[in-house]
C-alpha cells in the first residue's frame, strides 16, 4: 500500500473513533444501555440512544424536534436510591435541552405533566416559575446523600436557563422524590423524555414554541 492510501486509510479510522466518543450531552463514554423515550400517545418504549449533540451548542444537531405529548410516567428500578448531582440547560437547533445528572445506584423513574401551581412537596407552598408555562418533573427513585452515598446538587436554585427554558426550580427530596419545575416561554410545547446511564441522567428535550 502506498503512503498516500495508508494516510487515506488511517484518517478515516480516526474519525469513525471521534465519532463513537461523545454521548447525547457531549460527555465521554456513550449510553452503556437502550433509553426508554417516551412517545405521542405517552406510553414509554425502548429504543436506541439519540444521536450525539452538544448539550450548550446550536449547531450541528441532527435530532428532530420532539413530537410526544404528557402527561408520561416510568418506574424507577427496584431498589434504587439516586442523589441529582446536577441540572444544565442546552439549546439546539430544534428544541431545548434540561439533563438532571444523578448519582448512585440504579435507573430513574419519572412522572412528567405540566402544571399550573407549581409548589413545594409536602408544604405545598407556591413557587413561582418564569415563563409562559411549566412543566413538572417528578424524578423518582431517590435518597438522601446518607442513603446514596452521593451528595446532592447544592448549586444555584432556581437555575438559569437559555432560549425558551428561561428558569429551572429543583426542590429537595421528599418521600422519595424531588421535582424540577421547568419554565418554558410558549404554550405547552412538545416534549420528549430520554433516561440515558453511563452516567445516570434524565433527559427533558422542550420543542421550540411557535
Known amino acids: 500500500m502506498s ?15 471521534m465519532a463513537g466518543c461523545t454521548s447525547d450531552d457531549g460527555s465521554s463514554g456513550g449510553p452503556s444501555t437502550v433509553t ?34 404528557v402527561p408520561v410516567s416510568h418506574p424507577a428500578s427496584s431498589g ?4 441529582v448531582t446536577g441540572v444544565r440547560v442546552g439549546h439546539h437547533n430544534a428544541f ?15 412522572r412528567v405533566d405540566y402544571t399550573d401551581s407549581p409548589a413545594q412537596p409536602g408544604s405545598g407552598k407556591p413557587i ?16 438522601y446523600p446518607m442513603d446514596t452515598g452521593v451528595e446532592e446538587y447544592s448549586g444555584p436554585n432556581p437555575i438559569t436557563g437559555v ?12 418521600e422519595g422524590e424531588a421535582v424540577g419545575f421547568i419554565g418554558i416561554n410558549g404554550e405547552r410545547p412538545a416534549v420528549r423524555v430520554t433516561a440515558l446511564t453511563n452516567p445516570t441522567r434524565l433527559v427533558i428535550d422542550i420543542a421550540h414554541a411557535g
Do not use: C, K, Y
Open 3 to 17: 503512503n498516500t492510501r495508508l494516510m487515506i486509510a488511517l484518517g478515516a479510522t480516526t474519525v469513525l473513533l
Open 36 to 69: 426508554v423515550t417516551s412517545t405521542r400517545d405517552g406510553t414509554v418504549t425502548p429504543s436506541d440512544p439519540p444521536p450525539a449533540t452538544g448539550i450548550g451548542s446550536g449547531t450541528g444537531t441532527a435530532e428532530p424536534a420532539p413530537t410526544g405529548s
Open 80 to 83: 434504587a436510591r439516586l442523589s
Open 96 to 110: 431545548d435541552r434540561v439533563v438532571f445528572d444523578l448519582g448512585g445506584t440504579g435507573t430513574p423513574g419519572w
Open 128 to 143: 413561582t416559575v418564569s415563563g409562559d408555562s411549566v412543566l413538572q418533573v417528578i424524578l423518582t427513585g431517590l435518597g
Open 163 to 174: 432560549h425558551n427554558v428561561p428558569q429551572v426550580h429543583l426542590t429537595g427530596v421528599f
